[in-house]
Each structure stands twice: as structure tokens, then as C-alpha cells.
């Protein structure tokens, strides 16, 4: 699997990966967000509850992935970019998906998730929350549609353990539970380090080298 290195090329995937979850899962349907990489100690990403970006004619929300976050699993960064879509399609369809200062995630939020094919589970004081981690049809979404994984970040190697602030709701791991470790494999060549994920155990030869993957 390829891995992007450059922030101008991350912001593009991240676009792109929208635009596509956009037309698979909504039909098109979604406005389109300025997508931001800032820095958001805690949460995964956010989307604003409001069109608080403004371009020639019209206004838009902002949805941001988290800088410390950005070169998280590719099946983590799809159920981000997912969970902060069934967000801003609750808001402009006037649909009450959050509750109590827009911290916890309601029934609703859980039904329009797993239409999405997003693993809900249960996260104590912030209802239902998702996980890309373990998440098979994301894994193989993703490789697919042969994205690159994004392999750049900001600050030290963090995961979250909570969910977005007010108004922002945000991917994360519940408070006071564990991850589920990842059922993805992934493989390298020894030789010229090109990669494959793969969702269970598997023999692949790199045709460039003539050299068999191992599992890293």
C-alpha cells in the first residue's frame, strides 16, 4: 500500500476519500465541507454545527481531522471522516442525533451510523461512539478503492479516549474502555518496503523483487 507524506497531498486523500464515502453512501447528497488538519488534543476530528466557512457565494462547515491523528489505521480515518458525515447529515436534515451540550450520541446517531456499515458500541457518559479498529468492511473498503495510507502527523504518537466537545462530536475510543485490536495484517516487502494490508493471514510475493511479504 502507498503512503502519502505531504501535507498538501493528505488534505487531497482526505477531500477525495470524501467525496467518495459522499457519493457511495449518500448519493451525493452531503454538502461539501472545507476539510482542515488542526491540531485537537482528545478527539479524532470535529464537524461544526454551524456553516462557519464562507467562500465567493455560500457558506459551509468545516470539518476537521485531528493533526496528532492523521496517520491513524486507514480503517480508523475512514470511520472518522464517517462518524463526522452521519453528523452533518443530522444537521441538514434537522435531525437530533446528540444530547446533553452535543456530547452524547443517541439511538438515532447509532441507526444512521450502521447504515453507514460503522461499529457502534456503547461509551458511558458519551452514548454511542464508533471504532474503526477491527472494522473488516472498512479495511477492504479502503483497499478497494487502493487508497494511500497517510503516514504523517503532528507532535507524538497519541490516541484519543474521548469523544468532541460540544457541537463538534468526534470519533474516539470510550472513556474507561479498551481498543479492540486491529484484525488487519499488514505486510512488507524486505526489500523495497512497499506494503498490503490484508484481513487475515495470507502469502503475497512482491513482483518487483521476487521477494515474499512478512507480516510487520
Same mark, same amino acid.
Request: glycine fraction near 12%; aromatic fraction near 6%.
Given at each position: ?59 459551509? %462547515?468545516?470539518? !476537521? ?5 492523521? #496517520?491513524?489505521?486507514? $480503517?480508523?480515518? @475512514?470511520?472518522?471522516?464517517?462518524? +463526522? ?40 457518559? %458519551?452514548?454511542? !461512539? ?5 472494522? #473488516?468492511?472498512?479495511? $477492504?473498503?479502503? @483497499?478497494?478503492?487502493?487508497?494511500? +495510507? ?43 518496503? !512497499? ?22
Amino acid at each position: 500500500m502507498k503512503e502519502t507524506t505531504k501535507m498538501s497531498r493528505a488534505v487531497g486523500q482526505l477531500e477525495k476519500m470524501y467525496n467518495t464515502l459522499n457519493t457511495d453512501f449518500w448519493g451525493g447528497a452531503l454538502p461539501l465541507p472545507i476539510i482542515t488538519v488542526q491540531s485537537k488534543p482528545g478527539t479524532y476530528g470535529h464537524c461544526t454545527t454551524g456553516k462557519v466557512w464562507k467562500r465567493k457565494d455560500s457558506e459551509t %462547515y468545516e470539518m !476537521n481531522i485531528a493533526a496528532e491523528m492523521l #496517520d491513524c489505521e486507514i $480503517e480508523e480515518l @475512514l470511520d472518522t471522516l464517517l462518524h +463526522e458525515m452521519v453528523h452533518l447529515y443530522c444537521r441538514e436534515n434537522g435531525i437530533q442525533e446528540v444530547s446533553r451540550g452535543g456530547k452524547y450520541h443517541n439511538g438515532k446517531f447509532k441507526e444512521l451510523a450502521e447504515k453507514c456499515g460503522l461499529v457502534c458500541i456503547k461509551a458511558g457518559q %458519551y452514548g454511542w !461512539n464508533t471504532q474503526g479498529t477491527g472494522n #473488516d468492511k472498512l479495511t $477492504e473498503y479502503a @483497499l478497494e478503492k487502493g487508497w494511500s +495510507e497517510i503516514r504523517i502527523s503532528r507532535g507524538s504518537v497519541w490516541r484519543p479516549i474521548s469523544t468532541g466537545a460540544s457541537g463538534t462530536a468526534a470519533g474516539g475510543a470510550p472513556v474507561g474502555g479498551g481498543r479492540q485490536p486491529s484484525s488487519t495484517r499488514k505486510l512488507q516487502c524486505p526489500c523495497c518496503k !512497499n506494503s498490503v494490508r490484508a484481513t487475515k493471514a495470507v502469502r503475497i510475493m512482491c513482483m518487483d523483487c521476487n521477494e515474499q511479504m512478512l507480516q510487520v
